[in-house]
Nanobody, 118 residues
Framework: QVLPVESGGGLVETGGSLRLACAASGSTGSINTIGWYRQAPGKQRELVASITSRGITNYADSVKGRFTMSRDNAKNPVYLQMSNLKPEDTAVYYC????????????WGRGTLVTVSA
């Protein structure tokens, strides 16, 4: 079992920056990939960025060049540095942790709200 906990959301003006953090507890040695997802009102949850246990990152086209995912050497916590924020970035941001093999797991945090004012 892994429990991801997000922090760092808040209200920011257009063009501003925020840094989100995801700290995972539990069986963190089995972590394979950590991802940030977001869900805006009335929309489906979408992948924003992810990082594998080998440090390979992946970004949605909508955030490339503006968001950067990173982690400490201990691989946990992970961060999402968000810059040049736009009103369309407004959403609840969720941390997702995938574990395994051999035991495959998929764990979600409770989310943190990011609001970008126009």
């Amino acid at each position: 079992q892994v429990l991801p906990v997000e922090s760092g959301g808040g209200l920011v003006e257009t063009g501003g920056s925020l840094r989100l953090a995801c700290a995972a507890s539990g069986s963190t040695g089995s972590i394979n990939t950590i991802g940030w997802y977001r869900q805006a009102p009335g929309k489906q949850r979408e992948l924003v960025a992810s990082i594998t246990s080998r440090g390979i990152t992946n970004y949605a086209d909508s955030v490339k060049g503006r968001f950067t995912m990173s982690r400490d050497n201990a691989k946990n916590p992970v961060y999402l540095q968000m810059s040049n924020l736009k009103p369309e970035d407004t959403a609840v941001y969720y941390c997702n942790v995938k574990t395994g093999p051999p035991v495959v797991g998929d764990y979600w945090g409770r989310g943190t709200l990011v609001t970008v004012s126009a």
